[in-house]
């Protein structure tokens, strides 16, 4: 088992003739993933990939029974698409667009409340369950299945540490990038709680980084109910007050935010925090073996 | 993005929130001018974007027209955290009765806006948060109808007893929730809001920040940039696309992605090296812009190797590979470049560079190591 994408995931890519969108159409499709469909305004009607493509999701959930929508569209129209998923009734929707200001997504959490709807993002890499489906932009070669479950904030940085448990003979159940914003639509308790349920995952690797208390509220709650191993990363501990590192949401505003208290949260919690992104993978191969 | 004390005052204006009577200044006879029209005793206001300005004496009474002479030459052109003083605000002295606390962010655990008062005024709100919670008074906005009229009241109420004033502090928090909505702000902080020996509220100082991805829409803000405080390289970086924040030490990093570029930099730091920057490149990495990063990274004289740590998979190694080569024969690159290229394309990246003399290492670790042992020998 694995969570969130699977067999039976049916995919539809919003933004498909573009130049990202169609790229990664091809990609995911070479990994096996089910892309179903393909969504561009003006454009139903052509095919990419094979991929029918409508002009709505609308349309294309009716056509096709697509269950799931990855967003591959500029910011600007990024939340239009957001929302037009949701209306289209898909039960996963994953926004790998970057730039979506926060007081739209916090609109979006406002939307989605009464919906059986989840979206992953937006600014994030995407989701996989090694040898089932992959939806987004992850290079798909460095995973392989297995039983640890991956949680991150950013992208390059979960390939470079899924590399090295890949390395170290273990393989992934799910591994996501949850996106590197302020505000965003899962967070990493949303992803243990259904890591929780899933018997394939035997242990979890929390991927973090610097601003917001998300980890510390993680936490909180592995301390309170999750039974699981769990092993962690913190990036930017040499980073500076105040600055943006790259993802919107990676500031440490005035003293808060901070990779120290961050790690400390997570050992507070029997969480193993990797010094460097290897040993992470070194933790968790002690640990399991 | 941040902008200056007056220029948030001059927001607060214009959505009504009221601020003291004063002028910004650029130089001495204009400070002058300012304090006989506003008349003495003024505060002068040094208008630099870091906290802890009144600590470094960069605000300051003055009582006399000498003094007004006296810290006006003082202030301007002071240091204050390494940025210069360019400007500074002469304003009102204001009869204090009490100050608070009042400010807007988004609460990123609740993933709402929430209007934050506090009965103290002119602390760090941060610091209050963590020792002392209790203090901070939390009201949340909904999302979709905003900041109810009653909710605004009760944000008054629980910093003033008086009916009067505490509806005065509840029309200031709808007003500044209405700018902070409208503007795309990120923080909209009054500090301390003043309540006067006549009875009246008054924002002394005023701190908005504005979100990023929101600034599209909003060119007048944009409009207010200041281009002089900020770092040179950064602004040069945002230019080309690329996300550079500079720091201390000698090992430049380029890197793509943001988190990965965080954790190169804590790798450096862990092996014993010190970092020159964050620089990440972005996912699909053209090889102008490896050659834009290597320019940026260059202005940076402290700079004296260059660690590449690559993890391909929409960048391809091999136009990174590209940018490096056309950036050695441009900028006549004299630094060694330690280059750990992984991933897509890796293959044909170590085709292009096998002739061009770098140091190559098959993990980032043995790549911030390289790093700092070449160091010992530059």
């Given amino acids: ?289 | 993005m941040k902008i200056h004390e007056y220029q948030a005052k001059e927001l607060f204006k214009k959505y009504g929130i009221p601020v003291p009577e004063e002028r910004i200044c650029h130089n001495l006879s204009e400070i002058q001018a300012a304090a006989s029209e506003i008349g003495i005793p003024c505060v002068i206001k040094a208008q630099v974007m870091v906290g802890g300005r009144g600590k470094a004496g960069g605000i300051k009474i003055a009582k006399t027209e000498d003094e007004v002479k006296e810290y006006g030459e003082m202030i301007l052109g002071m240091k204050i955290k390494g940025l210069e003083v360019k400007k500074v605000l002469v304003s009102e002295v204001v009869a204090i009765e009490t100050e608070a606390y009042l400010g807007i962010v988004v609460d990123r655990t609740h993933k709402k806006v929430v209007v934050m008062s506090c009965k103290e005024g002119g602390v760090e709100i941060e610091e209050v948060a963590r020792q002392n919670p209790e203090a901070i008074n939390k009201v949340y906005a909904d999302p979709v109808f905003g900041l109810f009229p009653h909710r605004a009241r009760k944000v008054g109420l629980f910093l003033y007893s008086e009916p009067k004033v505490a509806f005065a502090c509840a029309s200031i928090a709808e007003k500044l929730y209405k700018l902070f909505i409208e503007l795309d702000a990120s923080l909209a902080e009054i500090n301390p809001l003043v309540l006067d020996k006549s009875g009246n509220l008054i924002a002394l100082d005023a701190k908005i920040n504005f979100d990023d991805n929101g600034l599209y829409r909003h060119p007048d803000i944009e409009a207010m940039r200041d281009r002089f405080s900020e770092d040179e390289n950064e602004l040069l970086a945002r230019e080309k696309d690329l996300s550079y924040v500079r720091l201390s030490g000698n090992i430049g990093c380029v890197v793509n992605g943001a988190g990965l570029a965080m954790a190169t930099m804590d790798l450096v730091k862990h092996y014993g090296g010190e970092p020159a920057n964050f620089l990440d490149i972005g996912g699909s990495s053209s090889p102008q812009k490896v050659m834009n990063a290597l320019e940026i990274l260059l202005k940076d004289e402290n700079v004296r190797v260059i660690f590449f740590n690559i993890f391909g998979g929409i960048t391809r190694c091999d136009d990174v590979a590209n940018g490096i080569l056309a950036a050695k024969e441009k900028l006549d690159i004299k630094q060694p470049i330690v280059a750990r290229l992984t991933g897509t394309n890796e293959d044909k990246a170590m085709d292009i560079l096998k002739e061009a003399g770098l140091i190559f290492a098959s993990s980032m670790d043995e790549g911030a190591k390289k790093a700092i042992e070449v160091l010992k020998g530059v």
């Fill in chain 1, 1 to 289: 088992m694995s969570i969130l994408v699977n067999k039976d995931t049916k995919l539809v890519v919003q933004g498909i003739t573009g130049r990202d969108g169609s790229f990664h159409t091809e990609q995911m499709l070479k990994y096996g993933t089910r892309v179903v469909a393909g969504v561009t305004p003006g454009k139903g009607g052509v095919s990419v990939h094979g991929v029918p493509v409508f002009n709505t999701v609308e349309e294309a959930v009716a056509e096709t029974q697509a269950n799931t929508s990855v967003i591959f569209v500029p910011a600007k129209f990024a939340v239009g698409a957001v929302y037009e998923a949701i209306d289209a009734g898909v039960k996963l929707v994953v926004c790998i667009s970057e730039g979506i200001p926060a007081l739209e997504m916090v609109k979006i959490t406002g939307y989605l409340k009464d919906k059986n709807c989840r979206l992953i993002g937006p600014n994030c890499p995407g989701l996989i369950s090694p040898g089932e489906a992959k939806v987004g932009i992850l290079p798909g070669h460095i995973f392989k299945p297995g039983n640890i479950g991956v949680i991150s904030r950013s992208g390059t940085l979960t390939y470079e540490i899924v590399d090295n448990i890949t390395r170290a003979g273990l393989g992934q159940s799910t591994c996501i990038g949850i996106g590197g914003d302020s505000i965003i639509g899962t967070k990493f308790i949303d992803c243990l709680e259904l890591f929780a349920q899933d018997p394939q995952t035997e242990a979890v690797v929390l991927v973090g980084e610097i601003g917001g208390r998300d980890e510390q509220d993680t936490a909180e709650y592995i301390k309170r109910e999750f039974k699981k191993p769990v092993f962690g990363f913190i990036a930017g501990k040499t980073a500076p007050a105040d600055k943006r590192m790259g993802h919107a949401g990676a500031i440490i505003s005035g003293t808060s935010g901070t990779a120290a208290e961050k790690i400390k949260a997570f050992e507070s919690a029997d969480i193993k925090v990797g010094e460097t992104p290897a040993e992470v993978a070194r933790l968790i191969k002690e640990t399991l073996s």
